[in-house]
Protein backbone atom coordinates (compact mmCIF):
# COMPACT_ATOMS: atom_id res chain seq x y z
CA UNK A 1 0.00 0.00 0.00
CA UNK A 2 0.89 3.27 -0.87
CA UNK A 3 2.28 5.58 1.97
CA UNK A 4 3.33 9.20 2.01
CA UNK A 5 4.48 10.87 5.33
CA UNK A 6 5.38 14.60 5.74
CA UNK A 7 7.33 16.42 7.97
CA UNK A 8 7.03 18.32 10.38
CA UNK A 9 3.30 18.44 11.42
CA UNK A 10 3.39 21.83 12.17
CA UNK A 11 6.72 24.80 11.51
CA UNK A 12 6.92 28.22 12.80
CA UNK A 13 8.98 30.60 10.88
CA UNK A 14 10.31 33.81 11.01
CA UNK A 15 9.84 35.97 8.11
CA UNK A 16 13.20 35.47 6.51
CA UNK A 17 14.22 32.43 7.94
CA UNK A 18 14.55 29.77 5.29
CA UNK A 19 13.39 26.10 6.34
CA UNK A 20 12.55 22.62 4.36
CA UNK A 21 9.70 20.59 4.34
CA UNK A 22 9.95 16.79 4.24
CA UNK A 23 7.73 14.02 2.38
CA UNK A 24 8.83 10.47 2.31
CA UNK A 25 7.04 7.82 0.51
CA UNK A 26 6.68 4.07 -0.19
CA UNK A 27 5.60 3.10 -3.75
CA UNK A 28 6.39 0.07 -5.71
CA UNK A 29 6.71 2.71 -8.99
CA UNK A 30 6.73 6.08 -8.71
CA UNK A 31 4.50 7.80 -11.87
CA UNK A 32 4.47 11.17 -10.03
CA UNK A 33 5.11 13.58 -7.13
CA UNK A 34 2.83 16.57 -6.67
CA UNK A 35 3.07 19.20 -4.04
CA UNK A 36 0.33 21.28 -3.10
CA UNK A 37 -0.74 24.41 -0.71
CA UNK A 38 -4.12 24.39 0.55
CA UNK A 39 -5.03 27.98 2.53
CA UNK A 40 -7.99 26.92 5.59
CA UNK A 41 -11.57 26.60 3.91
CA UNK A 42 -10.22 26.32 -0.17
CA UNK A 43 -9.23 23.79 -2.34
CA UNK A 44 -5.52 22.50 -2.58
CA UNK A 45 -3.59 24.91 -5.15
CA UNK A 46 -1.37 23.22 -7.73
CA UNK A 47 2.12 23.92 -7.07
CA UNK A 48 4.81 21.18 -8.86
CA UNK A 49 4.87 17.73 -10.42
CA UNK A 50 8.16 15.80 -10.20
CA UNK A 51 8.64 12.83 -12.44
CA UNK A 52 12.14 11.16 -11.85
CA UNK A 53 14.93 11.25 -8.80
CA UNK A 54 17.01 14.77 -9.62
CA UNK A 55 14.41 16.77 -11.04
CA UNK A 56 14.31 20.24 -9.17
CA UNK A 57 11.30 22.86 -9.83
CA UNK A 58 11.43 26.66 -8.67
CA UNK A 59 8.79 29.16 -8.03
CA UNK A 60 9.12 32.09 -6.20
CA UNK A 61 10.53 31.50 -3.26
CA UNK A 62 9.54 28.14 -3.37
CA UNK A 63 11.91 24.93 -4.86
CA UNK A 64 11.35 21.15 -5.08
CA UNK A 65 13.68 18.41 -4.95
CA UNK A 66 13.12 14.71 -5.67
CA UNK A 67 14.94 11.50 -4.53
CA UNK A 68 13.96 8.16 -4.60
CA UNK A 69 12.48 8.18 -0.98
CA UNK A 70 11.66 11.47 -0.73
CA UNK A 71 10.94 14.85 -1.24
CA UNK A 72 12.03 18.12 -0.01
CA UNK A 73 10.29 21.74 -0.60
CA UNK A 74 12.40 24.23 0.24
CA UNK A 75 11.40 27.57 1.21
CA UNK A 76 13.55 30.69 1.02
CA UNK A 77 13.39 33.57 2.92
CA UNK A 78 9.21 33.30 3.57
CA UNK A 79 6.99 36.15 4.07
CA UNK A 80 3.68 35.81 6.18
CA UNK A 81 2.14 35.06 2.93
CA UNK A 82 3.07 31.65 2.76
CA UNK A 83 1.31 30.46 5.71
CA UNK A 84 -0.17 27.52 4.89
CA UNK A 85 -0.64 23.85 4.81
CA UNK A 86 1.56 22.13 2.15
CA UNK A 87 0.39 18.70 0.83
CA UNK A 88 2.81 16.18 -0.65
CA UNK A 89 0.74 13.40 -2.74
CA UNK A 90 2.25 10.93 -5.00
CA UNK A 91 1.14 8.59 -7.79
CA UNK A 92 1.76 4.85 -8.57
CA UNK A 93 2.37 3.19 -11.63
CA UNK A 94 -0.08 0.59 -11.21
CA UNK A 95 -2.43 2.82 -9.14
CA UNK A 96 -3.79 4.84 -11.94
CA UNK A 97 -4.18 8.70 -11.52
CA UNK A 98 -5.34 8.68 -8.19
CA UNK A 99 -3.34 10.50 -5.49
CA UNK A 100 -2.11 9.30 -2.31
CA UNK A 101 -1.97 12.61 0.08
CA UNK A 102 0.29 13.13 3.14
CA UNK A 103 -1.33 14.95 6.08
CA UNK A 104 0.50 18.21 5.16
CA UNK A 105 2.80 20.56 6.96
CA UNK A 106 1.31 23.09 8.70
CA UNK A 107 3.13 26.16 7.93
CA UNK A 108 3.38 29.65 9.99
CA UNK A 109 5.17 32.46 9.07
CA UNK A 110 5.28 35.17 11.71
CA UNK A 111 6.00 38.65 10.83
CA UNK B 1 -9.67 30.38 -17.65
CA UNK B 2 -12.37 29.47 -15.10
CA UNK B 3 -10.91 27.09 -12.85
CA UNK B 4 -13.11 24.11 -11.33
CA UNK B 5 -16.34 24.98 -9.95
CA UNK B 6 -18.37 22.94 -7.18
CA UNK B 7 -21.35 23.70 -5.90
CA UNK B 8 -23.14 24.14 -3.74
CA UNK B 9 -20.43 25.24 -1.29
CA UNK B 10 -21.68 24.21 1.71
CA UNK B 11 -24.80 22.15 2.31
CA UNK B 12 -26.56 20.90 5.50
CA UNK B 13 -28.45 17.79 5.57
CA UNK B 14 -30.61 15.92 8.45
CA UNK B 15 -29.83 12.80 8.56
CA UNK B 16 -31.65 10.01 5.93
CA UNK B 17 -31.77 12.83 3.40
CA UNK B 18 -29.92 12.54 0.02
CA UNK B 19 -26.91 14.80 -0.80
CA UNK B 20 -25.82 15.80 -3.97
CA UNK B 21 -22.55 17.52 -5.29
CA UNK B 22 -22.01 19.03 -8.28
CA UNK B 23 -18.41 19.53 -9.70
CA UNK B 24 -17.68 20.78 -13.40
CA UNK B 25 -14.06 20.76 -14.62
CA UNK B 26 -11.58 23.02 -16.04
CA UNK B 27 -12.40 23.64 -19.89
CA UNK B 28 -10.66 20.81 -21.82
CA UNK B 29 -10.53 18.85 -18.72
CA UNK B 30 -11.96 15.19 -19.04
CA UNK B 31 -10.97 13.60 -16.12
CA UNK B 32 -12.54 13.98 -12.85
CA UNK B 33 -11.70 12.73 -9.61
CA UNK B 34 -13.31 12.83 -6.25
CA UNK B 35 -11.37 13.34 -2.79
CA UNK B 36 -12.88 13.75 0.58
CA UNK B 37 -11.28 15.50 3.54
CA UNK B 38 -12.78 14.43 7.03
CA UNK B 39 -12.12 16.51 10.36
CA UNK B 40 -8.58 16.41 11.37
CA UNK B 41 -7.55 14.11 8.37
CA UNK B 42 -5.90 14.41 5.51
CA UNK B 43 -7.02 14.05 1.37
CA UNK B 44 -8.42 10.45 0.33
CA UNK B 45 -9.26 9.57 -2.71
CA UNK B 46 -12.62 8.19 -4.06
CA UNK B 47 -13.65 7.95 -7.60
CA UNK B 48 -11.83 8.71 -10.83
CA UNK B 49 -14.02 8.89 -13.69
CA UNK B 50 -14.25 10.28 -17.31
CA UNK B 51 -17.57 11.17 -19.81
CA UNK B 52 -19.83 8.35 -19.23
CA UNK B 53 -17.36 5.89 -17.12
CA UNK B 54 -16.16 5.32 -14.08
CA UNK B 55 -12.42 4.09 -14.50
CA UNK B 56 -11.56 4.02 -10.39
CA UNK B 57 -14.38 3.81 -7.70
CA UNK B 58 -11.54 1.92 -5.25
CA UNK B 59 -11.66 4.48 -2.94
CA UNK B 60 -15.73 4.90 -2.92
CA UNK B 61 -17.76 3.44 0.37
CA UNK B 62 -19.60 0.62 -0.60
CA UNK B 63 -23.42 1.50 0.46
CA UNK B 64 -25.31 5.11 -0.11
CA UNK B 65 -21.97 6.93 -2.56
CA UNK B 66 -22.48 7.12 -6.38
CA UNK B 67 -20.73 9.13 -8.49
CA UNK B 68 -21.34 9.91 -12.54
CA UNK B 69 -19.98 12.26 -15.32
CA UNK B 70 -22.95 12.30 -17.87
CA UNK B 71 -21.88 12.97 -21.50
CA UNK B 72 -23.50 16.57 -20.93
CA UNK B 73 -23.22 18.71 -17.57
CA UNK B 74 -21.11 18.16 -14.43
CA UNK B 75 -20.01 15.53 -12.34
CA UNK B 76 -22.39 14.19 -9.59
CA UNK B 77 -21.56 12.74 -6.25
CA UNK B 78 -24.48 11.45 -4.78
CA UNK B 79 -24.59 10.04 -1.03
CA UNK B 80 -28.00 8.55 0.20
CA UNK B 81 -29.11 8.71 3.32
CA UNK B 82 -26.36 11.12 4.76
CA UNK B 83 -25.03 9.71 8.41
CA UNK B 84 -23.21 12.45 11.05
CA UNK B 85 -19.89 10.26 9.67
CA UNK B 86 -20.12 12.30 6.40
CA UNK B 87 -19.84 15.18 7.54
CA UNK B 88 -16.83 16.20 5.42
CA UNK B 89 -15.24 18.33 2.79
CA UNK B 90 -15.51 16.97 -0.39
CA UNK B 91 -13.12 18.53 -3.07
CA UNK B 92 -13.62 17.61 -6.78
CA UNK B 93 -10.29 17.89 -9.07
CA UNK B 94 -9.82 17.84 -12.58
CA UNK B 95 -7.02 16.78 -15.59
CA UNK B 96 -6.53 16.68 -19.28
CA UNK B 97 -4.82 13.64 -18.71
CA UNK B 98 -4.25 11.52 -15.91
CA UNK B 99 -1.42 13.58 -14.84
CA UNK B 100 -1.39 17.15 -12.73
CA UNK B 101 -4.84 17.51 -11.39
CA UNK B 102 -6.53 21.28 -10.39
CA UNK B 103 -8.81 21.13 -7.41
CA UNK B 104 -11.86 23.36 -6.92
CA UNK B 105 -12.83 24.97 -3.54
CA UNK B 106 -14.95 22.19 -2.04
CA UNK B 107 -18.02 21.62 -0.93
CA UNK B 108 -18.23 21.42 2.89
CA UNK B 109 -20.85 18.93 4.34
CA UNK B 110 -22.82 19.31 6.97
CA UNK B 111 -25.02 16.08 8.56
CA UNK B 112 -27.42 17.19 11.60
Known amino acids: EDQVTQSPEALRLQEGESSSLNCSYT??????LFWYRQDPGKGPEFLFT???AGEEKEKERLKATLTKKESFLHITAPKPEDSATYLCAVQEETSGSRLTFGEGTQLTVNP | NAGVMQNPRHLVRRRGQEARLRCSPMKGHSHVYWYRQLPEEGLKFMVY????????ESGMPKERFSAEFPKEGPSILRIQQVVRGDSAAYFC??????????FGPGTRLTVL
Open chain 2, 93 to 102: ASSPGGDTQY
Open chain 1, 27 to 32: VSGLRG
Open chain 2, 49 to 56: LQKENIID
Open chain 1, 50 to 52: LYS
